[in-house]
Structures are given as C-alpha cells and as structure tokens.
C-alpha cells in the first residue's frame, strides 16, 4: 500500500472505531487489553493521534525529548467518540500539508514521514478490533490492509525494544519462523540470529523454516499483536512448537 492509500485508511479505520463505540457503555471491559475499558481505549487511539500529527506538524529529525502534547481531553468519556473523531480530522490536515516523503525521525525502519502515517493506520486498526471484540463483534478486516499490517509489524519489532523489552530474548542460532497467509501471496521469514532477529528474504526456492505458521491474514495480523492464540484451531501449525512458543512469548508489542 502507498501513503496516500495509507492515509484513506487512517480516516476509515477511525470512522469504524468511532462508530463502533458511539452508542456503547464506554465502561465495558476490553479483553484483548487487559486493565482497560472502552474509554481507555478509546482515550488512547486519540491521544496516539493527537502525538503522531504533532510529530509530524514538528517534522522531527531527532528523537523528541518529551512527550507532552495538547490532548483536549474531554472532561467525561462520553465525548471521547467525538475527540477520536476530530482528531483525525486534523490528523488529515496534517498528513495533505505534510510531504510524507521526507526524511523524518522515526523508530522503524522507514526513516521518513510516512512511518507515522502507516503507523498510525494499524494503531488504529488493531484497537478497532479490540473495540469490536469487547462487543461480541466480530471484526472484518481488509486482506489487503492485513498483508501491508503483517509487513509493517514484522518490519519494526526488531527497533521495538524500548517499548517492548522482551523483544531483546528473540536470538537463536539462526532458527527460522515463517508466517504464510492461506488466501493470499503474503509470506515472511524470520531468521532468530545470536545477535538478534529480523526478517529475512524469502528464498525463490522452496525452503522449510524450522517453524511455520499458517492462517488467513486477517488472522496472522491479530496473532501477531497478541489478539488471538497461536496453539488455537484457527492457525496450522508446523515444525518446532517450542521455537513458536519462544516467539510469541517474547513479541509482545
């Protein structure tokens, strides 16, 4: 996906949180975020949006020194659906003032404007689904936006340690762990090196990795952020259970 698709989706994904928590008890537990309610939900997407726009509306080129940032949080939670919303009308204005192929800061990989824009996408995505999951709704998610949200996780967990210390466990002796998408082209190897892990190119001939995981996209994309358990009926698994143990247990972001 490019950035302007990127963009597009930040406003849809939102549109559907927001309508998602419009008319529900905000203080409904959320069981993928364990300690949260809807609100809390809610009041984080927002605030994650509201630092992202202000990081890109600075265009940084170092890594900030705080993180203090202008929330105008509502003073009741009922208005929190609202915030949400308006906050990714700026957001909007922000991403069309903003040249999203600038180099910028960032703390993946792409160090460019971009980043925080397709960062914010899957933020947004994967607490709409954690909105929709406390519901007892069962979350669409577009095959297209799961596939670039699988890569775009894969692609940053190594960079990730500073907010997800068990990251730094992931070594190995060069074992590999794939993860291939059964209704679509959407294939990852990760190669767990002594010095640390990362994805690796998939070879063009066939190889098979020491573990592999197997399920739609949509899946792949709420397993990889701990939505949903690998040892589950939903995923086919293969190879040395214990290496996929490993992982999950040591990739929570």
Partial sequence: MNSAENVAAVAAETARFVATVKTADLSAPVPTCPGWTLADLTQHTGSVHRWFTELLRQGIQHPPT??????????????????LAEGATRAAEVFAATDLDAPMWAWGLDQHARFWVRRMLFETLVHRADAELALGLAPHIDRALAVDGIDEFLTNLPFASRFAPLTAELRGQDQTIRFSCTDSDGDWLITLRPDGFGLTPAPTTPH??????????????????????????????????????????????
């Fill in 208 to 253: 098979t990795a020491d573990a592999t995981v197997q399920a739609t996209a949509a899946d792949l994309l709420l397993l990889a952020y701990g939505r949903l358990d690998h040892r589950s009926d939903t995923f086919q698994r293969l190879g040395d259970p214990d290496l996929l143990a490993h992982w999950f247990t040591h990739s929570v972001f």
């Fill in 66 to 83: 705080s993180r203090d940032v202008d929330l105008q949080l509502p003073e009741h939670a009922d208005a929190y659906p609202d915030w």
